[in-house]
Structures are given as C-alpha cells and as structure tokens.
C-alpha cells in the first residue's frame, strides 16, 4: 500500500478545507455584489423619476421629460408614460409617439401608489445574467397624482460590472487560498508535524536501547503526554532490563552451584559403589576362604583323620574354590562383557527355548509356569544367548521368592511404540518397598550366604540396556513382582554399533 509523507497530508488537507471555505466564501460575496449593484440600478432609475416629477411634469412639460428620458437612460431602455386615458411611449433608440405600451406592471403601481419593480433574467455566470429591470411608478403632473411612468433599463452595463466583480473577488479568493495554505503549513509544521518527527526519532532511540536527552515536542498536551509515555515506557524496559539481567546471574549461580553439587554427588556416589562393590566382594569370597581355611586347619590337627573324611574335606575345598572361581568370572562378565553376537531373533522362541532348558534341569519341580505369548510378535536385535540369560535370572529370582509352589506367567506384547514387551510375573511374596529400588545394584541380595552373589539383576539390566531396552519392577509385598523388558522393534534398532562397549 501507498503511504503519503505527514507533511504532505497536512498540506493537501488544509488546501481541500481552505478551497471549500473560499468557495462558500466566495458564493456569498457574489450575491452580496449582486445586491447591491441591483440596488444601485433600482436607486438610480428612481432618481430619475424624482427628477422627472420636479423638471417637467410639475411644468406639464411632457415633451420634455420623455427628451430628458431619453438622455439619461441606457441604450436600449425605453418606457411608458400615462396620463389620464393618453398613453406615450418612448425609447432610446426610438422617437417619441403616441403609441400605446402597457404593462401590468403600471397597474399594480397604480395600485400600490409607489414604485414597483421587477428583474427580468437569472444571473448564473458564465451561462445567464440579467437581461433588464422594469420599474413602474405613480407620478405627478402639475402637482396633482394623475398618471404613472413605466421605465424599462437594461442590465447589460450592470452585468459586466457583476462579472468583473467577481472575477476579482475569485483572484482575492485564490490569493488567500494560496497564503492561508502557505501559512497554515508552515504552523502545522512548528506545532504538529516537527514534534512528531521527533517523537518517531525518540521511538527509534528507543529501539536501539537509549532514550534521547533532548528532545523539542513543542507545546501541544497530547504530544507531550505520548512523550511522556515513551519515557515511562523506556524506563519500564529498562528496569524489565536489569531484573532480567540479576534473574540470569542468579539462574548462573545457581546452575554453577547445582553442577558443583552434583559432581560433589557423582564423586560420592563412585565411593559409595565401590565400597559397596569391594564389600559384596569381600562379602562373597570371604564366605568360601573361610570355610577352605577351617578344613585345612582340620585336616592340620586331625593328623589320623581317614581317608575318607579327608576325601569330604577335599570335596568341600574344591565346592568353596569353585564358587570363589563362579563369584570371579561373573565379576568378569560384569565388567568386561564377552564379544556379543547380535542377531534378529523372536523372542517368544528364546523363551520357550530357556524354559526347556531349566526344566530338564529339574529347576522348576514344583512351579507352574505359563505362557502368554502374543502371535506375530515382532523381532528384535539381541544376542540370544545373553537373552537367555536375562530370562533365566528373572525366572531364577521369581521361582526362589515362591516358597513351595506357585506360578508363573511369561507374556509378550507388541506396543504401539514399536517396542515388544516381556513380562514376567510371579505370584510369590514380592519385594518390599524400602529395597526395591536397590535390586538393580551390584551384589545387593536378599538371599541367605552361599544362595545368591547379587550380580543376576545387575548383569540383566546391563545387559537389557545394551540392545537399547528398558527392565523394570512392579511389586506389591505378599502378591508377587512382575519385571517388564522393553526392546525396540529389530527395524527400529539402532545402537548396533555399540555392542561389545
């Protein structure tokens, strides 16, 4: 869209108002003129008559008032004179003579006993104007009121002089139109247009994050009242400005304060996991090397000991340095994972697989276990063995928090997510709620010595997170747990790259 300068809109508006008041101006100084030139015309051939009455008619001389008539009207002008029941007319380009002119007009004076007239034509410049004034009156002749004098004069003379009236009066009128506008600019650009240009160069200060010293707004209230609420507005900023500047300070200081917090937390909790870890460690090989060191100790003392209690005592070392070695290779597999072999598999056929295989190891004599597995699950990336592994320890730790009997229940489940779910729920006697969240640690355990070292939920969750998975628990104290494993879809998988770290 086009847009005008202000001073160029002030300037073309206060020409359209000034030319619409010099044009009604101008209309009423025509008529004014026009009044008053017809009413001198009126006047003038009314003296006329006046002078007729007291020169000639008062004398009865009418010979010589229609001469003198004749001389001082315009050309063109003629008349009637009635006395009695004789009738003269006359005109200036006429001789006098006894014809007859008769005109209502002469009626209507005689009438009225004064002098009438009557305009003939419409003054409408440049197209018409006035063409003649008639005028009828009663006169005089030898003192006595008996007749009436009809005069006819022409406005030609009287037109000319209205036009060039009133070509001056519009000369005057584009004169005043020119220095009302000049004029009226040249205010309107001290009061109005300069102090607004001075408010657009303090909004652009403003703009660019200062607010000028000084500034001439001139007088005008509502100017000076925007300037004043540009001011207001500039320090409203400027102190929004600062707030927010000590805000970011604080929010800096307190982000430097809550890394240095929480570096002081990582560092403690390393210590508090290697001295976790050292004392499961010291935990679980101190158990055997306590035991192997009271049957050498026996079997120091006992020098006639037979061969056969020596044979028990020997089996018992070989059981205690077996589960030392167990308890150091699975430390092992924790720390340094063996070379993975990731591969799509259907994890409905690696559980069927892993629960054969602990039942014909007897493992599960007196559990019921169940399959809920959804058909046309869809395949994931994992290496099936340490899968089974996974499976194994969960279904491990479900069968020894049953007591004698019980159940329990594997199940898989497509997601919306693209992610494929196994749950594995027991009904046996849970977990309580103060320990749960420690289950996932390294060699927390809950079991009596020599039943459990506390790496089996430890090295699945690792495990589980390496092929991109989540593992979870959901267990209410004597109602049983229930463990969800989520893997993403095969498709989905992208951290292939990173097995074996």
């Known amino acids: 869209m086009r847009q005008t300068g202000l001073r160029a809109e002030v300037l073309v508006n206060i020409l359209f108002i000034t030319a619409v008041a010099m044009f009604l101006i101008g209309i009423i100084a025509f008529k004014v003129t026009e009044r008053f030139a017809l009413q001198g015309k009126i006047d003038s051939v009314k003296s006329i008559v006046t002078a007729l009455e007291n020169s000639y008619l008062e004398k009865n001389d009418i010979d010589g008032g229609i001469g003198f008539l004749k001389k001082v009207l315009d050309p063109g002008a003629w008349g009637a004179v009635a006395i009695g029941d004789e009738r003269l007319s006359f005109s200036t380009s006429e001789a006098a003579g006894k014809e007859s002119r008769s005109d209502p007009l002469i009626l209507e004076a005689g009438r009225a006993g004064h002098a009438v007239f009557d305009i003939e034509g419409v003054n409408i410049p440049p197209f018409s104007s006035y063409r003649g004034i008639k005028i009828a009156a009663p006169i005089r002749v030898s003192g006595k009121k008996d007749g009436a004098l009809l005069i006819y004069q022409p406005l030609s003379s009287l037109g000319e002089s209205i036009v060039l009236g009133q070509r001056l009066i519009a000369l005057w009128i584009i004169l005043f139109l020119i220095i009302i506008a000049l004029f009226g600019f040249y205010i309107l650009s001290r009061r109005i247009i300069r102090p607004v240009h001075e408010l ?68 403690a909790e390393k210590l508090a996991s290697l001295g976790q870890l050292s004392a499961g460690v010291a935990h679980e090989i101190g158990n055997p090397l306590s035991a192997i060191n009271g049957y050498v100790d026996v079997m120091k003392r006992s020098s006639r000991t037979d061969e056969d209690k020596k044979t028990d005592f020997l089996n018992e070392i070989k059981r205690e340095v077996d589960r030392v070695d167990r308890i150091i290779r699975t430390l092992l597999d924790y720390s340094r994972p063996k070379k993975l072999a990731p591969q799509t598999l259907s994890v409905n056929q690696v559980i069927r697989d892993t629960v054969d295989i602990l039942n014909s190891q007897g493992v599960l004599k007196r559990i019921s276990v169940r399959f809920q597995l959804e058909e046309d699950i869809p395949l994931i990336e994992a290496d099936p063995n340490q899968l089974s592994q996974v499976i194994i320890n969960l279904i491990l730790n479900s069968r020894d928090a049953i007591a004698d009997s019980g159940e329990i229940t594997i199940s898989t489940q497509s997601r919306p997510d693209s992610t494929v779910l196994i749950n594995i729920t027991d009904n046996g006697a849970g977990i309580a709620e103060e320990i749960r969240s420690k289950i996932f640690d390294p060699f927390f355990t809950t079991k009596e010595p020599g039943h459990g070292t506390g790496l089996g939920l430890s090295v699945s969750a690792r495990i589980v997170e390496t092929y991109g998975g989540k593992i979870s628990v959901d267990s209410k104290e004597g109602q049983g747990s229930a463990f969800k494993i989520i893997f993403p879809r095969a498709k989905d998988y992208k951290n292939a790259e990173n097995f074996g770290n």
């Open 200 to 267: 657009i160069r303090t909004a652009e200060s403003i703009g660019a994050g200062k607010f000028p010293e000084s500034a001439d707004v001139g007088r005008v209230r509502e100017i000076n009242q925007l300037h004043s609420a540009l001011r207001n507005m500039y320090d409203e900023i400027e102190s929004g400005k600062k707030e927010l500047r000590n805000k970011i300070k604080e929010l800096e200081e307190a982000n430097a304060e809550l890394r240095s917090t929480q570096r002081e937390l990582i560092e």
